[in-house]
């Protein structure tokens, strides 16, 4: 067994070939498409991609669920030698929140409004049939005091509106870790908090997750934030895979022109008014072509980028990119204006 086949073997979820459409009033709008990735033991994989590119729906399909005039055409996610895709909604519920949580994006729409805290805790407990009555209790306090909620016995007797939106979140991540998950995906867990809660939720996230050896699927649009937490970086484009890169390579050495716009996009506080290349146009899925779907905004594209599609290849340690120039657009400082 090669090195590679091992590792592979070794992954905590396996992702092939994911396939989603959503049903549009004239037929079936592919949303995601032939997309694969691996992630492994203690591993954060970044899921980074401009918004409606087919993150949250990628990262929600890890736990079997679609939303209503959605289907998987395609593909496998295979957790612990099983199909999430081939499960029963009964197998599925013994697996979500369970060994695969979720720390959503608002915790503010998450809680129960008119319920104290604790007891959303609680009822999560019992609900996993981890433990129930005093015990849950007890756990509750101590899940609380886990994430760094101040006096957690009174913070759980506290209705959400009565919290801050970081102490809210935190109640979250309580609640996703209340069982023993083997994987957490995080929906852009930090987006409406402030900066300086926003800072804390990272490290507490790191953290638990070092602590505990959890394996992570964290999605956001914010580079910057990626460049904190992942340990490889994932881009994503209408719905298909265009780089997959160890985090520091990523953005030492961006080698797709999509890539390369989303960096080049991020503000330097070295060079506030350095002028920056921008990506071209806006993605409409309306107008993908049957080749690269990033061909119409390129750059770089020639004639056959937009009739012949471009897979992933291997073009380094651990680094993939779908682009059949890459070694040309490398050679280039930036993408072209």
């Not at 915790?107 to 959303?120: I, N």
């Not at 994430?147 to 979140?169: C, D, E, H, N, T």
Request: glycine share 8%; net charge neutral; hydrophobic share 40%.
């Amino acid at each position: 067994m090669s090195d590679n086949t091992a590792k592979q073997a070794n992954a905590v979820v396996q992702v092939e070939a994911l396939t989603v459409d959503f049903w549009e009033r004239q037929g079936w709008l592919n949303v995601v498409n032939r997309v694969s990735f691996n992630i492994y033991p203690g591993e954060t994989l970044g899921l980074a991609g401009e918004s409606g590119c087919g993150k949250s729906t990628t990262g929600y399909a890890l736990f079997g669920y679609r939303r209503p005039g959605s289907r998987f055409r395609e593909g496998a996610i295979y957790f612990e030698g099983r199909d999430l895709l081939t499960q029963s909604e009964t197998e599925l519920r013994a697996i979500r929140g369970d060994q695969i949580c979720l720390v959503p994006q608002n915790p503010a729409t998450t809680l129960t409004p008119s319920m104290r805290v604790g007891q959303q805790v609680v009822e999560a407990l019992e609900a996993h049939h981890i433990c129930s009555g005093r015990e849950a209790d007890e756990r509750t306090i101590d899940l609380f005091a886990q994430v760094g909620l101040p006096q957690p016995k009174a913070i759980a007797k506290r209705y959400p509106f009565q919290l801050s939106g970081g102490q809210q979140q935190r109640v979250v991540v309580a609640m996703a870790l209340a069982g023993n998950p083997k994987l957490v995906v995080m929906d852009e867990p930090t987006t409406a908090l402030d900066v300086t809660t926003q800072a804390r939720i990272l490290k507490l996230l790191a953290r638990l997750q070092a602590e505990r050896g959890l394996s992570a699927l964290y999605i956001t649009h914010n580079l910057g934030v990626m460049a904190q937490v992942a340990d490889r970086v994932a881009v994503m484009y209408a719905g298909e895979l265009v780089e997959v890169a160890p985090t520091a390579e990523f953005f030492r050495n961006p080698l797709h022109p999509y890539t390369r716009g989303l960096i080049a996009a991020v503000p330097r506080l070295s060079a506030p008014n350095e002028s920056k290349v921008k990506l071209r146009g806006l993605l409409r899925r309306e107008e993908l072509p049957q080749g690269c779907r990033f061909a119409p905004r390129c750059p770089f594209a020639q004639s056959e980028c937009f009739t012949q599609p471009q897979p992933l290849i291997t073009v380094g340690q651990d680094h993939q990119v779908a682009c059949w120039l890459w070694q040309s657009v490398a050679e280039k400082q930036g993408v072209a204006e």
